[in-house]
T-cell receptor, first 114, second 112 residues
Framework: EPEVTQTPSHQVTQMGQEVILRCVPISNHLYFYWYRQILGQKVEFLVSFYNNEISEKSEIFDDQFSVERPDGSNFTLKIRSTKLEDSAMYFC????????????FGSGTQLSVL | LAKTTQPISMDSYEGQEVNITCSHNNIATNDYITWYQQFPSQGPRFIIQGYKTKVTNEVASLFIPADRKSSTLSLPRVSLSDTAVYYCLVGDANSGNTPLVFGKGTRLSVIA
């Protein structure tokens, strides 16, 4: 079965630093998403991306966050000036026809902000 | 988006059939019901999706009554490896970008 690939699997950073989380969605997918999950809590939607622009974003996705699809294959989440509360597992997902269809999730990047 | 309610946790012995029921009283006409499975430190994984009646695949069955206000995920003969969190989600399959919203899910523990 095709896979969504995320790198790195673990990222440790100091508070205030910028991090970029990378994802390679499944090649023929058109819709891309970032979710996060704080330890012990539910999976939270951050942002959806379609046709090279953000289509939906949650309250969590403030000016500190940005997404980009720089080269037609990678899909990145940038967090500027990280905070302690940004520590979480970040999941990338993709689908062929939107969120109502089957979403394929990556294995996640565990971000630890110290 | 229709809100879903499901039990917080369930326990089962190996080899038993497990049924997890989800309530979605405000489901809309265009909404589909989708179940995902999540193991610790992994991303959610699609299990099954349906609109009405019964859907079966190699992993599970999904039963949806005529009023569609609830659905039941059935896992036949569970094993220890089925220990995971199971999420019921409701959303319009033609919604394009409207994101799926995960609830707290049902934590299934399978005991030997």
């Amino acid at each position: 079965e095709p896979e969504v690939t995320q790198t790195p699997s673990h990222q440790v950073t100091q508070m205030g630093q910028e991090v970029i989380l990378r994802c390679v969605p499944i090649s023929n997918h058109l819709y891309f998403y970032w979710y996060r999950q704080i330890l012990g809590q539910k999976v939270e939607f951050l942002v959806s991306f379609y046709n090279n622009e953000i289509s939906e974003k949650s309250e969590i996705f403030d000016d500190q966050f940005s997404v980009e699809r720089p080269d037609g294959s990678n899909f990145t989440l940038k967090i500027r000036s990280t905070k302690l509360e940004d520590s979480a597992m970040y999941f990338c997902a993709s689908s062929t026809a939107g969120a109502g269809e089957k979403l394929f999730f990556g294995s996640g990047t565990q971000l630890s902000v110290l | 988006l229709a809100k879903t309610t499901q039990p917080i946790s369930m326990d089962s012995y190996e080899g038993q059939e497990v049924n997890i029921t989800c309530s979605h009283n405000n489901i809309a006409t265009n909404d589909y019901i989708t179940w995902y499975q999540q193991f610790p430190s992994q991303g959610p994984r699609f299990i099954i999706q349906g609109y009405k009646t019964k859907v079966t695949n190699e992993v599970a069955s999904l039963f949806i009554p005529a009023d569609r206000k609830s659905s039941t995920l059935s896992l036949p003969r569970v094993s220890l490896s089925d220990t995971a969190v199971y999420y019921c989600l409701v959303g319009d399959a033609n919604s394009g970008n409207t994101p799926l919203v995960f609830g707290k899910g049902t934590r299934l523990s399978v005991i030997a």
